[in-house]
């Protein structure tokens, strides 16, 4: 199993761009979730899923949108980038109730 | 809403015990996640703790209080490897969501 897998590993955007983060997992996790991490700070949940189809805000999601059509793939889409956004995104799968959360590697942005 | 604290950083000598601590108020409690995190990587599960008491786990322990709101991580025989950033994560109920502290950062010197 490759577990949970995160595309691009860096990146740089100029203010204004738009893009995605891809997050694949292989585990048959119901649970999804896309966290940001600033220096020095703790996670924040940008949006999660339980499901293929269902999907909710987090504590910071303004300036993204993610979408969930398979129980596998839960990207994660920034318009207009902003230099706030700046910052390594981590998406992680869970197969619910009260279990571990699996981290990928992360994804490192700078928005110039 | 979520409140987890956590002491931001300590330095401790190889071979020594180093306890972790972390204090949380939330609403929902559905147990409490520790996960390392070396510089520059994702986060690792250590341990979770949903009763009161202590987990035993090799060289790391976890203990809860659940009516103190309190937790504590355990390193013993500590390893250079053992640097690293110490999450506290309290899991919520109803939705198996995370509310992560800040971290504790830990740096190991011979």
């Known amino acids: 199993n490759a577990g949970v897998t995160q595309t691009p590993k860096f990146r740089i955007l100029k203010i204004g761009q738009s893009m995605t983060l891809q997050c694949t997992q292989d585990?048959?996790?119901?649970?999804m979730y896309w966290y940001r991490q600033d220096p020095g700070m703790g996670l924040k949940l940008i949006y999660y899923s339980v499901g293929a189809g269902i999907t909710d805000k987090g504590e910071v999601p303004n300036g993204y949108n993610v979408s969930r059509s398979t129980t596998e793939d839960f990207p994660l889409r920034l318009e207009l980038a902003a230099p706030s956004q700046t910052s390594v995104y981590f998406c992680?799968?869970?197969?619910?109730?009260?279990?571990?959360?699996?981290f990928g590697p992360g994804t490192r942005l700078t928005v110039t | 809403g979520q409140n987890i604290d956590q002491p931001t950083e300590m330095t401790a000598t190889e071979g020594a015990i180093v306890q972790i601590n972390c204090t949380y108020q939330t609403s929902g409690f559905n147990g409490l996640f520790w996960y390392q995190q070396h510089a520059g990587e994702a986060p690792t599960f250590l341990s979770y703790n949903v009763l009161d008491g202590l987990e035993e786990k090799g060289r790391f322990s976890s203990f809860l209080s659940r009516s103190k709101g309190y937790s504590y991580l355990l390193l013993k025989e500590l390893q250079m490897k053992d640097s690293a950033s110490y999450l506290c994560?309290?899991?919520?109920?109803?939705?198996?969501?995370?509310?992560f502290g800040k971290g504790n950062q830990v740096v190991v010197i011979p």
């Open positions: 585990m048959n996790h119901n649970y």
């Open positions: 992680a799968s869970s197969s619910g109730g009260a279990h571990e959360q699996y």
């Open positions: 994560a309290v899991s919520l109920y109803g939705n198996n969501r995370l509310a």
